[in-house]
């Protein structure tokens, strides 16, 4: 187990004990707060998008194409989108700080 930081759609902060056999959304999905998740993490779906804190946006595996390609086609995009299901959680991101992105 491993914190995760997560701010909800309404701003209110939130700290949840992380899987780390899990990937970030798995972990965020089942919240009542988290993430819909709606292809369960084929990276075809963005309602899995969250915004990485910038201090830790460098600490995680760098977005393959197919995740950069549709988190730009969003218009809620940022700098510091991810798709949460292409990241595995592990015990090196304890204190991960994420804020769930609003819905499209
Ligand atoms: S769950 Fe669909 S893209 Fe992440």
Redesign the pocket.
């Known amino acids: 187990m491993a914190q995760i930081k997560v701010t909800d759609r309404d701003g209110v902060e939130h700290e949840i004990d992380g899987n780390t056999s899990f990937t970030l959304?798995e972990n965020l999905r089942d919240l009542d707060y988290g993430v819909a998740?709606?292809?369960?993490?084929?990276?075809?779906?963005?309602?899995?998008h969250v915004y990485v804190d910038p201090e830790w946006l460098a600490k995680l595996p760098a977005a393959h194409s197919d995740e950069k390609d549709?988190l730009r086609d969003l218009s809620t995009y940022r700098e510091n989108s991810r798709?949460?299901?292409q990241i595995k959680f592990t015990a090196q991101l304890d204190g991960l700080k994420v804020r769930i992105a609003d819905d499209e």
Not at 37 to 48: D, E, L
């Open positions: 959304m998740a709606v292809c369960g993490g084929m990276c075809a779906c963005a309602t899995c549709l798709l949460s299901c």
